[in-house]
């Protein structure tokens, strides 16, 4: 005599259950204080102008409207 199996439902455990794909995985946003590319070179323009466009370092200049900007103060 034959079983009949057609109606059983298969049984799912933990193991059985698929992951999660990465691209479905919550990614944490940003920090609120990390200013945009525009921004820091805006800014430090505005530190080569106040030294009065006189020869500088630009990457000084570019590290330190980063700073100011990430802290909040300019």
Do not use: C
Not at 29 to 42: D, F
Request: glycine share 6%; proline share 14%.
């Amino acid at each position: 005599m034959a079983r009949n199996t057609a109606n059983k439902q298969p049984q799912h455990t933990p193991a059985s259950t698929p992951a999660r794909p990465p691209s479905t995985m919550a990614v944490a946003p940003a920090p609120r204080n990390t200013p945009t590319h525009e921004q820091i070179a805006r800014r430090a323009y505005e530190i080569f102008l106040a030294r009065g466009g006189t020869p500088g370092n630009p990457e000084q200049d570019w590290f330190q409207a980063e700073r100011e900007l990430s802290l909040g103060r300019q």
